[in-house]
């Protein structure tokens, strides 16, 4: 009878085991660069959570779609885009991921609720224009491009809007609230004036 010794146990699963602790390496690795990333985004302060909001209201402007721009047709959507300023620690992922294709943004955008608590506008027959019902086709915060404003690497956002009337000319204002989880929040009254022959400003 062979007795089975460590030595003929390494040569038959060495390489197995060797996989498997590579493997196991770098779930480690993957877990602790994953668990800095959220300690660094549960870092950001009240106050840099505050300026945020601050900066994507006062930035915050109407537009035409990508698609009006292009068929230049009476249509029923439209966005309110605007950017904020990334921060050191942003900048600096961004850096460090080098040759990877895509934008960079950390997720504090997917935690901002975007709400529009009352519109006046109307259309240039001078009709009423009327908000589609939210709830089929809700409001929500998108990242566009990375993009410099005022020297300062900033993350482009947008909010894509419906209407039930169509419109070759919308006017008016809209009154715009962004909601952080924490429960942070900031008001805006916007001003709308735009044509389906207007140029797309993203």
């Not at 877990?31 to 840099?48: F, L, M, P, R, V």
């Not at 009476?74 to 992922?93: D, I």
């Not at 009423?128 to 998108?142: F, G, I, R, S």
Request: hydrophobic share 40%.
């Amino acid at each position: 009878m062979k007795i089975f010794t460590l030595a003929d146990f390494y040569k038959q699963y060495g390489k197995m085991m060797s996989r498997i602790m590579i493997i196991f390496m770098q779930f480690i690795l993957l877990s602790a660069c994953q668990n800095g990333q959220k300690d660094a985004q549960d870092k950001t302060s009240k106050d840099e959570q505050n300026n945020i909001l601050s900066a994507l209201i006062t930035n915050m402007r109407a537009s035409i779609t990508d698609l009006t721009e292009a068929n230049r047709k009476p249509t029923n959507q439209w966005l309110l885009h605007s950017h904020y300023p990334l921060s050191a620690e942003e900048v600096k992922a961004i850096e460090n991921a080098g040759k990877l294709e895509g934008s960079y943004a950390t997720d504090m955008v997917d935690k901002i609720g975007c709400f529009i608590l009352r519109i006046e506008l109307k259309n240039e027959k001078g009709e009423n224009v009327t908000l589609a019902d939210t709830t089929k086709n809700p409001l929500y915060l998108q990242r566009f491009g990375l993009w410099e404003h005022d020297k300062k690497l900033s993350q482009n956002v947008g909010i894509k809007i419906r209407t039930n009337q169509l419109f070759s000319e919308l006017k008016g204002k809209v009154q715009l609230q962004l909601k952080l989880e924490n429960g942070a929040v900031k008001l805006a009254e916007i001003p709308v004036s735009i044509t389906i022959n207007d140029q797309n400003e993203l």
